[in-house]
């Protein structure tokens, strides 16, 4: 039984800001706090929390500030009274894909941290890359093509890791590293994840990378959950070494380093829970169950996806799932989001989302058989640009009238998620939830739509910090994954979502058919574009 006053940390590192979110065994959030990296820490001189470097591409953070912003955060907390001895274990996150480099050495440092000296005191001379690469770096084109020819192809390497290659993906950043600086390579004796390093932090020691933001490296096997020996041999020599053996998301890494019980009053005994990636850690915060798919409905659209049997194909990325080792999570971002929404909503319903919603409800499923795809930017999935609209005949017109422009623009969206979701491996199932969030989420008339494309009820949840939140949870559950415990029965305390809208009766038979066609139609656009 736990005692009273237990609690567990979640810490998220992400761009632009480090926050922590401490919940009680009731899942109940008892405190947070954060430290804003160009506000807190203006001596590292970055915008928005990164330097972007003068050919546009290279995108780095100091890892001192990351450090530092550590200590600051815990000081913080220190300072507001919040009582580090109740803390039963902690977990964390960090933004995918950066990578921090620790010099030969670093591991005694680390393992003998001084209490009267701060982290980034003790720690200022252990990197052997002072700027991390971070996910919005975009110069490693020419690694990404070597690393696919060298594995048979972008298809092979998806099939391998999860993903065709990337040029933010951890693995591709390590080869332009060991080519352009050969000698800050030699010296590494570790690289970390941004997650595992903060876990390292408070482990006192290098904490193993876990298995879902290892995904996102296109190095790891997902299938076999270790590092791919081909992918590794592609980026760089001795890279398994300097890697260590990944482990599952809910694995116990130790207990927290004595520098925090003697610094901060943390207990011995408080238990530090592999950290994961950001998007992994929103999976969690979310709660999605096998079978699910979460919505976000934003500026850029992005579908998480809960599956068992996974397809990895050329769009999208298949992850290992943060709470269940034997499944997978999907990602898929639509560039057209929001933006495109509002600007069918500005041509054709006269800038009004209730001139909208009437349109919406003036037009039936199907649109009468028309149909259309809006992509105002280059789309990422699929990289088509231009708007492309097709009567009932499948032939192509320039234009509809204002209210079946509204619905085909809305209906298109929702169709490209669950057609890329099902390429993906994903299926709906009997007891399926579509979990709607970001902007949109709040028009029932949109949601509508999005119901009856997935022929399932969605579901509306508030996921300010997430990712925070999802490693609090994960925090407790490492806990008792030991004993067996799934994350579903950990946090099924936690509040449920709200239903918003539940699919019309027949929305199956109109949108079956459609998606099908939706999906032939596509590959004639892209064979135009």
């Known amino acids: 039984m736990a005692a009273a006053g ?310 999208g990325h298949i992850f290992c799932n943060p709470v269940d080792s034997s499944a997978y999570m999907a990602l898929i971002c639509f560039k057209n989001g929001s933006l495109t929404r509002e600007k069918i909503r500005d041509e054709s319903a006269s800038g009004s989302w209730d001139e909208f919603a009437k349109a919406l409800k003036a037009t039936c499923p199907g649109n009468n058989g028309n149909l259309g795809f809006y992509f105002d930017v280059m789309e990422i999935t699929p990289a088509v640009v231009g708007i492309h609209r097709f009567n009932t005949r499948n032939c192509k017109v320039s234009k509809f009238p204002k209210e079946m422009e509204v619905r085909a623009v809305i209906e298109g969206q929702m169709l490209a998620k669950r057609a890329y979701a099902e390429k993906l491996g994903f299926k709906v199932l009997k007891g399926t939830r579509v979990l709607a969030t970001g902007g949109a989420s709040s028009n029932p008339d949109i949601l509508q739509v999005l119901a009856d494309v997935f022929n399932a009820p969605v579901y509306t949840i508030d996921t300010a910090n997430s990712a925070c939140l999802g490693c609090a949870y994960r925090a407790k559950h490492g806990l008792q994954a030991a004993l067996g415990q799934s994350f579903g029965n950990v946090v099924k305390i936690a509040p449920a979502p709200k239903l918003a809208v539940t699919p019309a009766c027949e929305a199956n038979k109109v949108y079956g058919p459609m998606l099908t066609r939706y999906m032939e139609l596509e590959k004639l656009v892209q064979n135009k574009c």
Not at 37 to 59: A, I, M, N, R, Y
Not at 216 to 238: F, R, T, V, Y
Not at 272 to 296: C, E, H, K, W, Y
């Open 6 to 315: 237990d609690c567990y940390l979640g810490v998220d590192l992400s761009t632009q800001q480090i926050k922590a979110m401490a919940i009680d065994d009731n899942l109940n959030v008892i405190h947070e706090t954060n430290v804003k990296f160009d506000d807190d820490l203006p001596e590292f001189g970055t915008q928005g929390g990164v330097h972007v470097h003068s050919d546009k591409l290279t995108v780095t953070t100091p890892v001192l500030l990351w450090v530092k912003a550590l200590d600051m955060l815990l000081e913080r907390m220190k300072a507001s009274n919040f009582d580090f001895s109740k803390l039963k274990s902690l977990s964390g996150t960090g933004q995918q894909h950066g990578s921090v480099y620790w010099k030969n050495g670093a591991s005694q440092t680390l393992k003998n941290m001084p209490d009267d000296h701060s982290l980034h005191q003790i720690l200022e001379s252990s990197f052997a890359v002072k700027e991390s690469p971070i996910w919005m770096d975009s110069s490693t084109t020419e690694e990404c093509q070597l690393l696919e020819k060298s594995v048979g192809g972008p298809q092979r390497l998806a099939d391998i890791t999860g993903s065709r290659a990337y040029e933010r993906f951890t693995g591709n950043q390590i080869a332009k590293i060991n080519k352009k600086n050969p000698e800050d390579y030699k010296k590494t004796e570790r690289i970390s994840l941004v997650s595992s390093f903060v876990a390292s932090l408070f482990l006192g020691d290098y904490a193993a990378i876990d298995y879902s933001d290892g995904s996102g490296m296109n190095l790891m096997d997902i299938h076999a959950h270790s590092w791919s020996q081909q992918c590794l041999d592609a980026c760089a020599p001795g890279l398994k070494e300097k890697l260590g053996v990944p482990l599952p998301s809910h694995s116990i890494l130790g207990s927290v380093s004595p520098y925090y019980v003697k610094r901060f009053g943390f207990s011995s005994e408080c238990k530090v829970i592999a950290f994961t990636g950001d998007n992994p850690a929103s999976l969690a915060g979310m709660r999605l169950q096998q079978g699910d798919i979460a919505v976000s409905l934003g500026t850029s659209d992005t579908a998480f996806l809960w599956i068992q049997d996974p397809k990895p194909t050329l769009e």
